[in-house]
Nanobody
Framework: VQLQASGGGSVQAGGSLRLSCAASGRSFRYYSMAWFRQGPGKERELVAE???????HVEESVKGRFAISRDNAKKTVYLQMNTLKPEDTAVYYC???????????WGQGTQVTVSS
C-alpha cells in the first residue's frame, strides 16, 4: 500500500487548507486512517483518525477547527483545516492500517506553514 499526501502550502493565520491522502491497493476501505503532524523541534503527534465505519476522532488541540473524512470509492482520506494558527505549522503525514495501536503505512508528508 502506498499513500500519497497532497494539499499542503503556505497560508496566513485564519486561513484554510484541505489535505488529501490517496491510497493505492484494494483494501483501503478496511483500513483505519489517520493524520499526524510534526512541527519544528517537536515530536510527531496524532491529529485525527477515522475508522472503517467512517467514525472520526479529532484531537482536542484541533477540535472544532479540523475535520477528517474519507471517500472509499476514491480511496482517499481528507483533513479539512480551518482557522489555521501559526502553531499548526508542521509536516503533515497520513497513515493507514492501525494494528495494535500502531499504523503500518505512511505517506511522505506535506508541509503546512501558517504565518501570523
Amino acid at each position: 500500500v502506498q499513500l500519497q499526501a497532497s494539499g499542503g502550502g503556505s497560508v496566513q493565520a485564519g486561513g484554510s487548507l484541505r489535505l488529501s491522502c490517496a491510497a493505492s491497493g484494494r483494501s483501503f476501505r478496511y483500513y483505519s486512517m489517520a493524520w499526524f503532524r510534526q512541527g519544528p523541534g517537536k515530536e510527531r503527534e496524532l491529529v485525527a483518525e477515522i475508522d472503517t465505519a467512517g467514525t472520526p476522532h479529532v484531537e482536542e488541540s484541533v477540535k472544532g477547527r479540523f475535520a477528517i473524512s474519507r471517500d472509499n470509492a476514491k480511496k482517499t482520506v481528507y483533513l479539512q483545516m480551518n482557522t489555521l494558527k501559526p502553531e499548526d505549522t508542521a509536516v503533515y503525514y497520513c497513515a493507514g492500517q492501525k494494528v495494535y495501536n500502531q499504523y503500518s503505512y505512511w505517506g511522505q508528508g506535506t508541509q503546512v506553514t501558517v504565518s501570523s
